[in-house]
Every structure is written in structure tokens, then in C-alpha cells.
């Protein structure tokens, strides 16, 4: 009796997303999801308006002891809470700015002498960017790798993650000098190692992965899977507002070419004759950012649309930029999730 009175609020991290059968709840703080029945959907969109007293009668046909167990238990595992003043907790304001006019980039390198990497980093810089992938395709040295990030020092790069082809000078005590000498390398993933390893310092930030196999990230990019799915602020606000992949997103591959992603065939211009800033300008590079995923077909339906990282690449129709990752299985009208 003593809630009746009361209204039940989602905590203003925690937000409802409805699926095609299914209905999520994302806390955005503590990085977690739970299942809801769809019926405790409609109630909790109502709550807000409604009294946990008004609910009950308003929903006969559910035992009203039922609906405050239930808010009850969200209560105890802390997504929400009772009170008598709704009008004091605001719920999450859902716009999304982020400064620079480009925050990531990658860049593919097949030999590092070829590609203008200062020239690159530089301008990366000066359009304000703050994450960068380096993807190189066949081996180089540690030494090399060293000249190569020399330049990303006087940057405003806050996170540098490396995919390197192995080579014997990558030593387990030789890449972990690496972070040591720049602390903005926070991952590197060295593939066709002899050896499978995985080294990692959360106190450091650093994580350093050998890997057996062959990764051909032009290639293999565009997968979905639960083990990718991201629960936090930023990734929630920017799926909810832009694409999640390519917003403010500039790549280089491996011939110089500028795209917004190296896996794309269109292009729009080289970097040895053009500026990254004069085609991060155009209204056409810019297009592919403001395709949400509730633009998507299938994933406009999909309870895991905010979690789940878009890909404009690896399509189902390639004459529809709006078609469904073709690299994912999950149909949000049967309840079937495939790894």
C-alpha cells in the first residue's frame, strides 16, 4: 500500500527499446540489458503519467499486485525507482553533438613508403579527430611502426588501435614498449602470429592480442554478433541520431584512396592530390551519416538496434542504401539470434 500513491520511473540511464517481438531495457550507465514482457512496456511507457494506483486500475485484466512486484524487483536490481514528484526527474535528453569536424579515421596501409602518413595524421589533426585505426597489410618492423607513430605525439588523437601483420620483431616485450612509448595505442592485434596470445592492463588501458589466424580487415568488418554489442551513452545517442559506423568517419585504403569506409568502392579522390578536408565538405561524403538505424529495413524493428554496430558496406540489396547488414542473421519477428 505505501506505493500506491506513487509513481515508478525508469532511472533516466535506462531506456525501453521495443523490437518486433521483443522489448529491451539499456542501462547506458552500467553497461547491461534485460528482457521485458511487452505488456510491461505499455506500462512503463504510462507510468510516468500514472500512479502505480491508476495503473492497476487501468489494467484490470493484470493482477495489480503482479504490476508491483514486478516494479518492485526493477527497484532492488536498480533501474527505477517509487516517488510522488515525476515532474523533478527529467528523462534523458536524447540529442547528440560531438566536436570536430571528423572524430575517426582509418587509415589501410599496404607499404607505410607509399602512403603520406604525416601529411594524413596532420590533417586528421586539424579536423579535429580522436581516434584513429591503423591497418597494415603486410609486415613491417617495430622500428617502422616506431617512425609511424612519432607523428600522432603532438596530436589530439586520444585513441590509436594498430592491426599488424606479424612479424618476429613484434615480441611479446617489443609491442608492450610500443604502448609504453605511446600511451594513445590502446589495442594492437597482431594476426598470422605463431602462437595465440592475449595480453592486457586495465590500469594501463593497453591490450595486445596475437592472433593465428589471417584477419583481412577490408574484408571481415560488417559482422554482427552479441559479442560486438556496445551499451553506453555515447553509442546509444549516436545510433539514435546518426549512423553509428560512419558518422564523422574518414578512411584512407590501401591505394590512397578517400572513402567513407576502405571497404567501399566509391571514392572520392586520392590523397597524394586532394585534402581530407575538402571532401569531408561535401554534401555527398556526408550523406551516409544520417542514416539511422531506424531508417534501416529490419533494424528499424530490431530491439538490439541501439547496441549494434551499423554496416552500409556488406548489404542485402546494394541498390538500396537503406538495406539490412547482410552480415546479419537476426530476424527481430522470430526471436532468432545466430552467431
Known sequence: MENEGKYFLLYANCILVKGGKKVLI???????????????????????????????????????????????????????????????????????EISGQITNAIIDIDDFREQPIPKIIKELNNLGCKAL????????????????????????????????????SFTYNGTKKIQNLFPRVKFIIIYNAPKSKKISDKTKSYYIEFLEEEIKPDIDCGLVNEDYFTINYQFFLESFNYNNCLYKKISIDRRGYIKNCPSMTKHYGNIKETSLSSIVAKKEFQELWYIKKTDINVCKNCEFRYMCQDCRVF?????????????????????????
Open 315 to 339: 548489404i542485402e540489396d546494394k541498390t538500396d542504401k537503406f538495406s539490412k547488414p547482410s552480415k546479419c542473421s537476426y530476424n527481430p519477428t522470430i526471436e532468432n539470434l545466430k552467431q
Open 133 to 168: 585505426e591503423l591497418r597494415f597489410y603486410t609486415p613491417i618492423l617495430i622500428s617502422e611502426l616506431q617512425t609511424i607513430l612519432k607523428h600522432t605525439l603532438e596530436t589530439r588523437l586520444k585513441t590509436i588501435i594498430i592491426y599488424l601483420n606479424y612479424h618476429r
Open 26 to 96: 539499456y542501462d547506458l550507465q552500467y553497461g547491461r540489458a534485460r528482457f521485458i514482457p511487452n505488456l510491461l512496456y505499455d506500462i512503463l511507457v504510462t507510468a510516468r503519467k500514472s500512479t502505480l494506483n491508476e495503473i492497476k486500475n487501468k489494467y484490470l485484466n493484470v493482477d495489480g499486485n503482479e504490476i508491483e512486484l514486478i516494479f518492485k524487483e526493477l527497484k532492488a536490481d536498480s533501474w527505477g525507482f517509487f516517488t510522488k514528484f515525476p515532474e523533478q526527474f527529467p528523462e534523458l535528453n536524447m540529442s547528440f
